[in-house]
């Protein structure tokens, strides 16, 4: 398969890492957003989290925050982190392969997410109980 990411987990190209144990890797984003900028990622390729075996969904938080916290605790400058999934192509996602951001951020960094016109409106209200009835019968 031609996946970037599935060439890093079986060696075939470099990656910085940072952890590694059976079911994952993490590793440097090549294009750090801010300094310590850090990929984890499931070994077993699956584009989508819906994709993903159970157990390794119940162990990529756990390994996120410890990830997370030894970012912290490096000295790298971290007043606070982005955990982040682009879960789709429309959601931003550039790599098909399922992979959660770690981004220490800390005050006027320059990491913004833009909002869509709309946000805030004062009439979401009236809007939310109606969709919220639609995701619960959907489960
Ligand atoms: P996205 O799919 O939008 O969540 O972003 C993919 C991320 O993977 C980007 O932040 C890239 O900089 C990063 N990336 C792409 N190729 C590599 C690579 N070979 N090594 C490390 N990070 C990479």
């Known amino acids: 398969?031609?996946?970037?990411?599935?060439?890093?987990v079986k060696g075939e190209i470099p990656c910085y890492k940072v952890y590694e144990d059976e079911d994952f890797i993490?590793?440097?984003?090549?294009?750090?957003?801010n300094n310590g900028h850090v990929l984890v990622i499931p070994k077993k390729?699956?584009?989508?989290?819906?994709?993903?075996?159970?157990?390794?969904?119940?162990?990529i938080m756990p390994l996120a925050e410890k990830i997370g916290s030894a970012i912290r605790k490096s000295g790298i400058k971290c007043e606070g982190m982005n955990f982040e999934i682009f879960d789709g192509k429309t959601a931003g996602q550039e790599v098909p392969h399922v992979h959660l951001h770690l981004i220490p951020r800390f005050s006027e960094?320059?990491?913004?997410?833009?909002?869509?016109?709309?946000?805030c409106d004062p009439n979401t209200r009236e809007r939310l109980e109606k969709i919220a009835e639609q995701i619960r019968i959907a489960f």
């Open 26 to 33: 993490a590793f440097m984003d090549i294009n750090p957003i």
């Open 1 to 8: 398969m031609d996946c970037i990411f599935c060439k890093i």
């Open 45 to 59: 390729h699956s584009e989508l989290v819906s994709g993903l075996d159970k157990n390794i969904l119940s162990k």
């Open 109 to 119: 960094d320059g990491y913004e997410h833009k909002y869509p016109a709309g946000y």
